[in-house]
């Protein structure tokens, strides 16, 4: 049954995967064993954050022992974000405690963990009626994310799904311990204050964490948690970007050390290893393969064969992945995908955006205004891969019906249920344990590794571990779709654009990601299921932040052969390229500086104009003039602009004897609240410099179904000495949090086009840049 049918009869599921002893990041536990008993959370999904001998929990959330060490439960992966670090400040924050006794324990998908924020924004994707669920205090998506214990990491949710339960949980727990405290003072509570660690009183020695936790579990939660004032933030300080944190890195030391534990860092007692085949694009059917080429070889297991993959199990991964190479798997299908059918089938949508689009948004009455547009242009986006450092990882041990499963994964409870079914186990028989990635930019959204694991750890008997090899990576998971955007405008007397319309013709990503996440269906079946249906969030931010008063976005689902999917970024990535590019193109033909222009559209949008002002101060914008190498672009990211983040980018770049040089790249953000502000920096650093990546490489060809290159060297990544200098400063604001982590990647890349038409007079309208030559 799946996910939707069971929506469908919203029967309750309780999933609670038994827990391993976790290892705290930071601090360690003691003996004794306490709980403390919560009566704020609905009893119908309990926590796996479970105390042990000489702790307490609180609601869930966070747990303390006696020696005063404070544990906070992590219900997402940690993928180099920092997530792990904010949930545990937002909790010392609100407890009270000092940051060197505070550690973190990630914890498997529980329905009292829903994130309820991503499964209101994806509701199109799961949701039969998308209308009725689309905010995330409605009864359908609580009930959907609760029920499938849905805590997806994904479109920067963290903290606007986690901030707020934690908070409570920790204020509740320090409310506790001050009566407890006050109650052995015979005090009022009132006259007590927490801070560092400890419960103090003028007239009284103060009292560690550790020394109230006994007496504590004894009283009843409050009614009403006793919230600070004011949740956890760093304030920016103009000029002074890298000001240094209060809360480094929980994750840092282990990291630093080499104890951090990624997926690929698991080792079980008697564990094999896997190397794997999957077919090519069109491909996907195994056909034969010789195994007679491995009779004999030393430190074979076996080999497992599948419908749509062949692996190999031997005492090293290595033996395994050379056993593979000797058998030689062909596989069958309708055919091996070609770049020029690719190129041909986007091409083909293309021309029919007249007759095959679909509205996604309007703003007064742009079919009659660009009946005769006065500007047009096209811009195309090439498929794009993800290559995080690690590749795809997973280790599973079965045994008496009942299967333990080590990963890092995006979406852990539908990478559990796929697994489940792979081998026709119930869920509750899949003990999850979640681990690190080294790296995702959301490629461990997808969880076919975890199907594949299950059914070779389930015939091999024995503890496995499966790890693709680059190659397999590469083929194995889908790229960011193609994209190709026809871009019109009606100009005014005064050169500014009064119409505006972007048509989009990519395929339907997220629908065909939903399928193979929620539903389980295979590549092609996901294809198939989302074919010709419009999706608005494969054409998120496509409606400019600029106050033009006839606006329109279209989007033209585009039916290919290739398996797509999300990539950090998300579509605004694709179609911020599209309108900022674009933006500067309107400037040049008005003859306008691209800031000025820019600035005299954003009279409905200060903090955005504030952004576009610093950035241009900061960057020494010198008006983009020809020969200058100097580009402009801005990125407003969210539903609504009250609750988005923003960022402004100038980009400094030219040509050299390699190709294009980016030597700068200055931004200003605006976030909201900064709960961390060294980790909002490493967030938007990282993030221009993935969108750098993605401006001058990342993307791949298909031969004979086969990606090309096929090796993270050939990608054009950007390397050490590529990188340019970065600055970056934030703009306090008293906003809720936006997550930083997307923001860069969407603003990069027409900020470096821009740039490159200022230092060469060529203006390129493809990413990557100059995969046409100039």
């Not at 550690?103 to 994130?115: C, L, Y």
């Not at 430190?299 to 593979?324: E, M, N, P, T």
């Given at each position: 049954m799946d996910l939707r049918e069971e929506l469908k009869n919203l029967g309750e599921r309780v999933n609670l995967p038994a827990v391993s002893r976790r290892q705290l990041l930071v601090g360690a536990?003691?003996?004794?064993?306490?709980?403390?008993?919560?009566?704020?959370?609905?009893?119908?999904?309990?926590?796996?954050?479970?105390?042990?001998?000489?702790?307490?929990?609180?609601?869930?959330?966070?747990?303390?022992?006696?020696?005063?060490?404070?544990?906070?439960?992590?219900?997402?992966?940690?993928?180099?974000?920092?997530?792990?670090?904010?949930?545990?400040?937002?909790?010392?924050?609100?407890?009270?405690?000092?940051?060197?006794?505070?550690?973190?324990?990630?914890?498997?998908?529980?329905?009292?963990?829903?994130?309820?924020?991503?499964?209101?924004?994806?509701?199109?994707?799961?949701?039969?009626?998308?209308?009725?669920?689309?905010?995330?205090?409605?009864?359908?998506?609580?009930?959907?994310?609760?029920?499938?214990?849905?805590?997806?990491?994904?479109?920067?949710?963290?903290?606007?799904?986690?901030?707020?339960?934690?908070?409570?949980?920790?204020?509740?727990?320090?409310?506790?311990?001050?009566?407890?405290?006050?109650?052995?003072?015979?005090?009022?509570?009132?006259?007590?204050?927490?801070?560092?660690?400890?419960?103090?009183?003028?007239?009284?020695?103060?009292?560690?964490?550790?020394?109230?936790?006994?007496?504590?579990?004894?009283?009843?939660?409050?009614?009403?948690?006793?919230?600070?004032?004011?949740?956890?933030?760093?304030?920016?300080?103009?000029?002074?970007?890298?000001?240094?944190?209060?809360?480094?890195?929980?994750?840092?030391?282990?990291?630093?050390?080499?104890?951090?534990?990624?997926?690929?860092?698991?080792?079980?007692?008697?564990?094999?290893?896997?190397?794997?085949?999957?077919g090519p694009v069109g491909l996907p059917e195994l056909f034969r393969f010789d195994e007679s080429a491995v009779a004999?070889?030393?430190?074979?297991?076996?080999?497992?064969?599948?419908?749509?993959?062949?692996?190999?199990?031997?005492?090293?991964?290595?033996?395994?992945?050379?056993?593979?190479?000797?058998?030689?798997?062909?596989?069958?299908?309708?055919?091996?995908?070609?770049?020029?059918?690719?190129?041909?089938?986007?091409?083909?949508?293309?021309?029919?955006?007249?007759?095959?689009?679909?509205?996604?948004?309007?703003?007064g009455d742009p079919d009659t205004a660009l009946a005769q547009p006065s500007f047009v242009r096209r811009y195309d986006i090439a498929p794009a891969v993800h290559v995080p450092l690690e590749t795809a990882s997973a280790t599973a041990r079965y045994a008496d019906g009942r299967l333990e499963l080590w990963m890092a994964s995006q979406a852990p409870s539908a990478a559990q249920a796929a697994a489940a079914k792979a081998i026709g186990?119930?869920?509750?028989?899949?003990?999850?344990?979640?681990?690190?990635?080294?790296?995702?930019?959301?490629?461990?959204?997808?969880?076919?590794?975890?199907?594949?694991?299950?059914?070779?750890?389930?015939?091999?008997?024995?503890?496995?571990?499966?790890?693709?090899?680059?190659?397999?990576?590469?083929?194995?998971?889908?790229?960011?779709?193609?994209?190709?955007?026809?871009?019109?405008?009606?100009?005014?007397?005064?050169?500014?654009?009064?119409?505006?319309?972007?048509?989009?013709?990519?395929?339907?990503?997220?629908?065909?990601?939903?399928?193979?996440?929620?539903?389980?269906?295979?590549?092609?079946?996901?294809?198939?299921?989302?074919?010709?249906?419009?999706?608005?969030?494969?054409v998120a931010g496509g409606v400019p932040p600029y106050g033009i008063a006839d606006v329109a976005l279209d989007h033209v689902p585009a039916s290919i052969r290739l398996p797509v999917t999300r990539m950090r970024g998300g579509a605004e990535a694709i179609t911020g390229f599209f309108t900022e590019c674009f933006m500067d193109e309107l400037a040049f033909e008005a003859k306008r500086d691209p800031f000025l222009y820019r600035m005299a559209l954003l009279g409905g949008a200060p903090r955005m104009a504030e952004c576009l002002r610093r950035a241009s101060r900061l960057g020494d914008w010198d008006g983009g003039r020809p020969g200058s190498g100097q580009g402009i672009a801005m990125v407003r990211m969210g539903d609504t602009p009250e609750n988005a983040g923003h960022i402004a980018c100038v980009a400094q770049a030219g040509l050299g004897s390699g190709g294009a040089r980016v030597t700068k790249l200055t931004a200003a953000v605006d976030i909201g609240r900064i709960v961390n502000l060294d980790i909002a920096r490493q967030q938007i650093e990282g993030g221009l410099i993935f969108g750098l990546s993605l401006a001058l490489g990342s993307a791949v060809r298909f031969e004979n179904g086969h990606p090309v290159p096929r090796n993270i060297g050939d990608l054009g990544l950007p390397r050490l000495a590529d990188c340019p200098e970065i600055v970056v400063d934030f703009i306090p604001s008293e906003a809720e949090p936006f997550d930083a982590g997307e923001l860069g990647v969407a603003v990069a890349a027409p900020a470096i086009a821009n740039a490159l038409f200022a230092a060469t007079g060529l203006r390129m309208r493809r990413l990557p840049l100059l995969s046409e030559g100039l």
């Open positions: 536990a003691a003996t004794g064993g306490l709980l403390v008993a919560w009566t704020l959370w609905p009893r119908n999904y309990r926590s796996p954050m479970l105390a042990e001998e000489g702790e307490a929990e609180f609601g869930g959330w966070l747990t303390i022992g006696r020696d005063g060490v404070v544990t906070v439960a992590i219900p997402q992966l940690e993928m180099g974000q920092g997530i792990t670090t904010l949930l545990a400040q937002v909790a010392a924050v609100e407890l009270g405690a000092d940051w060197r006794q505070v550690g973190a324990e990630p914890v498997p998908p529980s329905g009292h963990f829903p994130n309820l924020p991503l499964a209101a924004h994806w509701a199109p994707m799961w949701a039969n009626f998308p209308s009725l669920a689309d905010e995330p205090d409605d009864w359908l998506v609580e009930r959907f994310a609760a029920s499938h214990s849905f805590n997806a990491t994904a479109g920067g949710t963290g903290l606007a799904a986690y901030e707020g339960p934690l908070r409570i949980a920790a204020a509740s727990a320090r409310d506790m311990m001050v009566r407890a405290a006050a109650e052995r003072w015979e005090v009022s509570a009132e006259e007590c204050e927490v801070s560092e660690g400890f419960v103090r009183h003028s007239a009284h020695e103060a009292l560690r964490f550790g020394e109230l936790v006994d007496e504590a579990r004894e009283l009843d939660p409050p009614d009403l948690a006793p919230l600070r004032p004011q949740a956890a933030f760093e304030e920016p300080v103009f000029g002074e970007a890298d000001a240094q944190t209060s809360f480094p890195r929980i994750d840092l030391p282990s990291k630093v050390d080499g104890s951090h534990l990624f997926a690929g860092d698991i080792r079980l007692p008697g564990m094999v290893f896997a190397s794997i085949r999957h004999g070889m030393r430190g074979i297991v076996g080999v497992i064969k599948s419908k749509r993959w062949l692996a190999a199990v031997a005492q090293s991964w290595w033996i395994a992945d050379q056993a593979l190479s000797r058998m030689r798997a062909h596989f069958t299908g309708p055919g091996a995908l070609e770049q020029a059918v690719l190129d041909t089938e986007l091409e083909r949508a293309s021309e029919q955006r007249e007759d095959n689009f679909e509205r996604i948004a309007e703003f186990i119930s869920v509750d028989d899949v003990v999850f344990y979640p681990v690190a990635a080294g790296g995702s930019f959301d490629a461990r959204l997808e969880k076919q590794h975890a199907i594949e694991i299950a059914q070779i750890a389930a015939e091999i008997g024995r503890p496995v571990q499966l790890t693709w090899s680059r190659v397999q990576d590469l083929q194995a998971t889908p790229p960011r779709a193609p994209a190709t955007a026809e871009m019109a405008a009606r100009i005014g007397g005064d050169g500014q654009p009064v119409a505006w319309r972007a048509r989009v013709t990519t395929p339907p990503a997220m629908r065909e990601m939903g399928h193979r996440l929620f539903d389980n269906l295979t590549p092609e079946a996901a294809r198939a299921e989302s074919r010709g249906k419009a999706d608005p969030l494969a």
